[in-house]
C-alpha cells in the first residue's frame, strides 16, 4: 500500500506460516531485507479488534453468548431459523407441487438458489458475505452502532413499537 500519493515508500503486509511458538515471526520482526536498493526492515502488524458479529442472530456489536435474540436468525434469508435448517423450513427452498406450473424443491445438499437477504442491510447477499457495508465497516464501532441503533429504530417505528410522535422527537434531538 503506498503511504500517500506522493510518498516514495509503501507498507507491505505478509502472511507468515508459523508454529503455536511464533518462532518465524520472532526470527522475522525487527529484521530487515533488500528489495532492490532499499532496505526494508520488518515490523509486527499492530492488530485492530474488530467489532463482533454473533453467530446466532447475525447483528453486530455481541458475541453469540450474549446474544438475546429468542430465535436464531437465517444469515442466508433473514428468516426465524438456522441456516442449517434454512433449506427444509423456507418456502424458497421446500417447492410447491400443488403450484401451476409445481415449483420444485431444492435438492438436498445443493445450496440454496434463491436470492439472499441480509439481516443488516437487506441488500441481496448473506449476512456473513464480505460485500456486506457491515462487514466493510467491522473495525468502526462508532458507525455499526450508529447504523445498528438507526436500523431498530426504523424497524420499531415501521412495527408500531415506537409511535411516530416518539420517532419525531428523537430526530429533532438527532438521535438514532
Known amino acids: 500500500m503506498q503511504n500517500s500519493w506522493h510518498a516514495d515508500s509503501a507498507t507491505v503486509w505478509f502472511d507468515v506460516i508459523d508454529s503455536q511458538l511464533g518462532a518465524v515471526a520472532k526470527h ?6 533488500q528489495f532492490g536498493l532499499a532496505s526494508c526492515p520488518v515490523r509486527p502488524a499492530q492488530s485492530h479488534a474488530s467489532v463482533p458479529v454473533c453467530q446466532r442472530c447475525w447483528h453486530w456489536g455481541h458475541s453469540t453468548h450474549a446474544c438475546r435474540s429468542q430465535a436464531p436468525r437465517c444469515p442466508r434469508c433473514a428468516g426465524p431459523h438456522s441456516e442449517a435448517n434454512h433449506c427444509s423450513i423456507t418456502g424458497c ?3 410447491n407441487p400443488t403450484a401451476n406450473p409445481p415449483v420444485p424443491a431444492t435438492m438436498e445438499g445443493a445450496p440454496c438458489p434463491h436470492t439472499a437477504r441480509c439481516v443488516n442491510c437487506s441488500g441481496e447477499h448473506s449476512a456473513s458475505d464480505r460485500k456486506c457495508p457491515y462487514w ?3 473495525f468502526d464501532r462508532e458507525w455499526l452502532a450508529q447504523c445498528t441503533n438507526r436500523d431498530w429504530q426504523e424497524q420499531m417505528a415501521t412495527s ?3 409511535s411516530r410522535r416518539q420517532e419525531e422527537d428523537r430526530r429533532d434531538r438527532g438521535a438514532f
Do not use: P, Q
Open 28 to 33: 522475522l520482526i525487527n529484521s530487515s531485507f
Open 93 to 95: 427452498c421446500r417447492g
Open 136 to 138: 466493510r465497516h467491522r
Open 160 to 162: 408500531g413499537a415506537i
